[in-house]
């Protein structure tokens, strides 16, 4: 059992920066990686940034803009700059007890944080 619970969120102009935060409880000792996911409007949820024993991962459209890091125990941050208005949309924190980003997330997920980039 875990539970996850996002903030940072808000509203930016187009160039500016946020952090994204998301604490873990429960069990969090079975915790093996940690991901962001973001939902767009009319859009899937996919994979921003994941981050575990092996490294981390970004997706293409983010690299050199976007950060994820762990403390190692219970909290995963994403540290966005030179936002864009395509990265608007909902973002959600998962966690996997096994596996990846190159699997299925888990159904560990947060409520997520808005992020609304204006142009």
């Known amino acids: 059992q875990v539970q996850l619970v996002e903030s940072g969120g808000g509203l930016v102009q187009s160039g500016g920066s946020l952090r994204l935060s998301c604490v873990a409880s429960?069990?969090?000792?079975?915790?093996?990686?940690m991901d962001w996911y973001r939902q767009a409007p009319g859009k899937q949820r996919d994979l921003v940034a994941s981050?575990?024993?092996?490294?981390t991962y970004y997706v293409e459209s983010v690299k050199g803009r976007f950060t994820i890091s762990r403390d190692n125990k219970n909290s995963v941050y994403l540290q966005m700059d030179s936002l864009k208005p395509e990265d608007t949309g909902v973002y959600y924190c998962?966690?996997?007890?096994?596996?990846?980003?190159?699997?299925?997330?888990?159904?560990?997920w947060g409520q997520g944080t808005q992020v609304t980039v204006s142009p």
């Open positions: 429960g069990n969090i000792a079975s915790i093996l990686n």
């Open positions: 981050v575990g024993n092996a490294g």
């Open positions: 998962n966690v996997r007890t096994a596996g990846d980003w190159r699997e299925a997330p888990s159904g560990y």
